[in-house]
Nanobody
């Protein structure tokens, strides 16, 4: 079983930045595709970005392209989401997720999920 723990959320003004972290347990982190999702109040969860196991490939949702950046440190079992130029519509609970099977790119399913971290962007 893989445990994912997100951190770094908070309240920020529009135009500001935050960096989210997701720490994973276990020894196989470097073999997982890792993704970030978000869910705003009253809306369905939506895909944000995914990174390949080695970090060489990324895939972004159009809504965050050019503003958000994903990275990972396999030595620390951690994936990061740098969020710049934040907008009120970025307000959501952000979740990280792991795809250990790597059958497709980008992934269509994730096996493990974190509990989420709240990001609130004030106007």
């Amino acid at each position: 079983q893989v445990q994912l723990v997100e951190s770094g959320g908070g309240l920020v003004q529009a135009g500001g930045s935050l960096r989210l972290s997701c720490a994973a347990s276990g020894r196989s982190f470097s073999s997982y595709f890792m993704g970030w999702f978000r869910q705003a109040p009253g809306k369905e969860r939506e895909f944000v970005v995914v990174i390949s196991n080695g970090g060489g490939r990324t895939y972004y949702a159009d809504s965050v392209k050019g503003r958000f950046s994903i990275s990972r440190d396999n030595a620390k079992n951690t994936v990061y989401l740098q969020m710049n130029s934040l907008k009120p519509e970025d307000t959501a609970v952000y979740y990280c997720a792991a795809d250990p099977h790597r059958r497709t790119w980008p992934p269509v399913a994730y096996a493990y999920w974190g509990q989420g971290t709240q990001v609130t962007v004030s106007s």
